[in-house]
């Protein structure tokens, strides 16, 4: 039998891929964890009108391991390539018609995703993709479009209103 003893592994470019710490406790370089990540919330309250697309304004982040996240454009463009999990929500203050009531998850300006409410009378909606981001110059942000009539007032909550995503690890 033999036994390796070391505390750092790196690969041919000197990025440390595991190190150890000497009492049993793993870390990764970057390599095997879903990093970047990020969350993202509206800060503060917002409306949309009627029958318009408005990109959601998420102006407070949770985390975000790599400062992607933009919260002046509502944009997260991360500079590592690969595939990447996103995660959205949005929830109205009232439980008023909100027929149509749909979130897009946009690529470059392209919608890659849309979910729409189940039922009238419906007051929050979400939806999750799977992409591929070039590491380079592509970003992703979230609008949302109701239908209700009138204005819609969202609450700027963490909880009600966010998006979050990560780097698939080993996509």
Do not use: W
């Not at 990093?35 to 917002?46: E, L």
């Amino acid at each position: 039998m033999s036994i390796l003893k070391v505390n750092t592994i790196q690969d041919k470019g000197g990025n440390t891929l595991l190190s150890s710490d000497g009492a049993g406790v793993i870390s990764s370089g970057g390599a095997i964890t879903n990093t970047p990540s990020f969350r993202a919330y509206a800060s503060s309250n917002f409306s949309t009108a009627n029958g318009t697309r408005t990109i959601v304004p998420f102006g407070n982040v949770t985390f975000d391991t790599g400062n992607y996240f933009n919260t002046s454009t509502y944009r997260y463009t991360p500079l590592v390539a690969g595939y990447y999990n996103f995660f959205a929500t949005v929830k109205a203050n009232v439980a008023t018609d909100t027929e149509n009531f749909v979130i897009y998850i946009r690529k470059n300006e392209t919608e890659i995703m849309e979910v729409t409410s189940p039922q009238l009378y419906y007051n929050s909606v979400n939806g999750s993709v799977i992409t591929y981001l070039d590491g380079v110059d592509d970003f992703v942000d979230v609008y949302v479009r109701q239908d209700s009539g009138g204005n819609l007032e969202y609450n700027g909550l963490d909880k009600k209103v966010y998006f979050q995503g990560f780097r698939l690890t080993g996509a």
